[in-house]
């Protein structure tokens, strides 16, 4: 038996009794290729699996742990505000604060409708820009993630897109038009053909989910004035990017307005809430009734103390420097570590959320992602995780506040041993 085999022994187990009522072990199908230790605890950078071992996180559970794991003065708004109670089919203090806290932060939006989940608000999204519009069509972007409800989720298979699951309605798809992101004249062609159809644009502002490609320069600006023009309206699905690229999210960091953006991940200090915000004219059709949005949980009191209490933290202590200097290091040794190791490991990204590869060219758009050898970094991942560095097996790395000089110090040195072991 070896050490780590030995080591592993109550994680194997629970992963045996997962096996017999969760479906593939798992609560989310995003978490097929990932980790199978089974953690009992995380606090700051670091978490700890049921059989002792620690691990230095740069996954942050898909990216809500933005300030670190289980931030006490959220944890402490959180348990305060729960003793008065946990939701109220009601309106409530909290619920008018974290929504002009998500206003004053972003600063270019008037409203904000929350929800649980980013699939939720991106719905609502949609919804609103086509009944805003009275069009139907949305043009989205390949590689692009917003989502795993029928209307969104999409695969590349057997050399074309299409729905990515069984029991998914093809159909449902019909009504978008994708097109190769970071390629403004293909945006200017698609309008051209389609804009009295086409109600809005959604994009990640920064591409993250598939592989981390920032805009190329004066590509979001030549989007905004495309949709100006032909009166479609612009969605920046920062799910991923809000709060993280900066505190006014990816809007804020390139400098483009969308007309509605959703939020939701590095939000709450990993709560689970989302929210939809935008224009006064567009979301007051939802204040109106014209347009329908609603949720059991949306504005829950843990939720809404949570955004206020995270949001308020972003505000008052900003990590943003610090992270970009952790992050920054990090990708350089990285780098250095690739070349020492003779191996043509590729960083490219943000330090923020930055994404690790094989190969020698940077990506701009989802086709130049799709020729990495994804495959052989999937191996090199459980190889990162078995030396104790939690991170995603497709390659996007999250850096958070609580990630300090001594993580740095310790992540390098883990990487260098796995790098080591694994040739
Ligand atoms: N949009 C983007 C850009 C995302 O990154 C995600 C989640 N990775 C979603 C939507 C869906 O959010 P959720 O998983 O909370 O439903």
Sequence with gaps: MTHQSRRALRSNALRERALRHAPGGVQSNVRFGGPRAYIERAKGAWMWDVDGKDYIDYLLGQGPNFLGHAPDPVLEAVERACRGGLLYGGQHLLEVEAAEAICAAIGWADMVRFGVSGTES??????????????????????????????????????????????????????????????????AEALAQHSDEVAAIIMEPMMINAGTIEPLPGYLERVRELCTDNGVVLIFDEV??????????????F?????????????????????????????????????NHSGTFNGSVMAMAATTATIGLLRSEPPYQAIDEHGTALMAGIRDLGAKHGLDLHVQ?????????????DATDYR?????????YEKLAAALIQHGIWVASRGVWYVSAAHGPKELDQTLTRIDRALKDWR
């Design 240 to 253: 991923i990017s809000g709060f993280r690229l900066a505190l006014g999210g990816a809007a804020e960091r």
């Design 255 to 291: 400098g483009v307005t969308p007309d509605l953006a959703t939020y939701g991940k590095a939000m709450a200090g990993g709560w689970p809430v989302s929210a939809l915000a935008g224009r006064a004219d567009l979301m007051e059709r939802f204040g109106t009734g014209q347009v």
């Design 368 to 376: 130049t992602i799709r020729r990495l050898d994804l495959a052989r």
């Design 122 to 187: 991106v719905q609502a999204a949609l919804r609103l820009a086509r009944g805003a519009t009275g069009r139907t069509k949305v043009i989205r972007f390949e590689g692009h993630y917003h989502g795993w409800l029928d209307n969104v989720l999409l695969a590349y298979k057997g050399g074309r897109w299409g729905p990515a699951s069984d029991g998914q309605v093809a159909s449902h798809l019909d009504d978008f038009i994708l097109l190769p992101w970071n390629d403004a004249d293909a945006v």
């Design 349 to 361: 990204g943000l330090p923020m959320a930055f994404h690790v590869s094989f190969g020698t060219e």
